[in-house]
């Protein structure tokens, strides 16, 4: 009798899931028939997310420039020393940089100011590494240790670089140590590399002298040879010389015009980060972690061979990316100074629902044709040398790191993950054509 009340509630179980996933299948179909079309474009979805990093890779490009002279291939050019209006630009970006990260964080997020935002930063960060891992179950002493070196490196250590010479190379040392550190702790792309190019411009000759040879005839020989005659007489100024100051000196014009909006967003109470207020997007606004999310959400693709996405029996199988979480016995990657964009994505995509994510539907159809430059993104795809999927879903998962030394941790689990529901109901190839082409996006074609 047991047993067959177990069937029977089996049987109603699976009736309800069968109904559920129903609905929001039909809801979801409602939303792709009422999605407001785009005009047509031979392109795919561009993501809205703009990662600060791009901006500041052009800014610093642009500086870099005016660092060399125009037209000479010399090792060591005479006549064109390096203008002090670029290495103040460079100081003028790492300051604006870290102050703008420190002050979007007091502004932003409370646990910032109670010293508690470490406590979730490194399970919940984009790309956790190793390192991550075991940080993230240091003391709790240790984290709000953590949260106040950040607040000193991002808000008082900037003004460094305005008191004298010595300070000004405690900045770029105490800058460099700290993107190493950040380094160390998380895979954020090229970030933390490309902030230490601004924070070069700290140190001076007398101060880097010790990393090259000082033999007769060396490299650094002649720059104090050069030197030396640079302060016994006043070379007569050459084309070239005047050229290139008119040039810095626009330059320093330029840069301080663009700086007066940036500047009154780092004063108000209503800061934004990581934007730019000019076409030439090269004095730009940057912060990061103004907000830290509490809990890690993952959205795990998945495919199946089965004719019926709501049987019982249907078997899902998981789409391993290449870095991101998602098999739990997976041990976190190490891809510093490298970017996975897709897998940022993904992380974004988890805040949201699939309605403000229209991107993923496109690599859902992508995946249910087997589209061999959508896979190439992908680290496990489970219908190589098979079939593609007839149905692809998005499940919504909670992620947190396991205990060292417990039960997950001994059974080989980096993490430990609870399914908090659908992220988007399975859909099919022909359900999702003619949102491709009201979309105009090229029509997946299966293998």
């Known amino acids: ?31 792709l028939e009422e999605a407001p079309h785009e005009p047509p474009s031979a392109s795919p979805p561009h993501s809205p997310i703009l990662c600060g990093w791009e901006s500041q890779l052009l800014e610093t490009g642009f500086l870099g ?3 060399c002279p125009l037209w000479t291939l010399s090792r060591l050019p005479q006549h064109t020393p390096t203008s002090r209006i670029v290495l103040w630009g460079f100081r003028w970006l790492i300051f604006r940089i870290m102050l703008g990260a420190g002050l979007i964080k007091i502004r932003g997020d409370r646990c910032w100011r109670d010293l508690t935002c470490m406590d979730f930063h490194y399970e919940t960060q984009p790309v956790p590494n190793p390192v991550a891992y075991y940080l993230h179950h240091s003391p709790w002493w240790f984290h709000r240790f953590e949260t106040l070196s950040n607040h000193f490196i991002e808000l008082l250590v ?36 490309l902030t230490m190019v601004p ?18 005839g060396s490299l650094k020989d002649r720059v104090l040879q050069m030197q030396r005659e640079i302060r016994g007489a006043r070379p007569k ?16 014009i330029l840069l301080a015009w663009l700086s007066v909006p940036v500047v009154l967003n780092l004063l108000s109470s209503r800061q934004v980060m990581n934007t730019h207020f000019n076409s030439l997007h090269i004095v730009n606004t940057y912060g990061a972690f103004g907000s830290i999310t509490k809990e890690r959400t993952e959205v795990i693709l998945q495919g199946t061979a089965s004719p019926n996405a709501s049987a019982p029996d249907a078997v899902w199988e998981d789409y391993e990316f290449k870095c991101k979480p998602g098999d739990p016995s997976r041990r976190p990657c190490l891809i510093s100074p490298y970017h996975y964009r897709l897998d940022w994505l993904m992380w974004f995509a988890a805040f949201q629902t699939y309605e403000h994510n229209d991107w993923i539907l496109h690599l859902a159809g992508k995946l249910l044709a087997s589209d061999a430059e959508a896979l190439s993104l992908l680290a496990h795809n489970p219908f190589a040398s098979r079939p593609p999927p007839r149905w692809v879903r998005g499940e919504h998962y909670r992620y947190k790191f396991s205990r060292p030394g417990g039960r997950h941790a001994a059974e080989g689990k980096w993490w430990v993950r609870k399914r908090i529901g659908a992220y988007f109901p399975p859909l099919s190839l022909e359900e999702l054509r003619p949102y491709f082409r009201d979309r105009g996006w090229p029509l997946p074609q299966p293998l």
Do not use: Y
């Open 158 to 193: 900037p003004f460094f670089l305005f008191l004298g010479r010595r300070a000004c190379i405690i900045h770029g040392a105490l800058q460099i140590l700290f993107q190493a550190i950040l380094i160390v702790s998380g895979n954020l792309s090229f970030l933390n590399w």
């Open 199 to 216: 924070s070069l411009a700290c140190f001076d000759d007398a101060t880097l002298g010790f990393l090259f040879p000082s033999g007769p």
């Open 1 to 31: 009798m047991a047993a067959l009340v177990h069937a029977a509630q089996l049987l109603e179980f699976h009736k309800t899931q069968a109904k559920k996933t129903e609905a929001d299948t039909d809801e979801l179909h409602q939303w």
């Open 237 to 252: 100024p050459r084309f070239g010389s005047v050229v290139r100051r008119a040039a810095n000196v626009s330059l320093g």
């Open 65 to 67: 420039i005016f660092l």
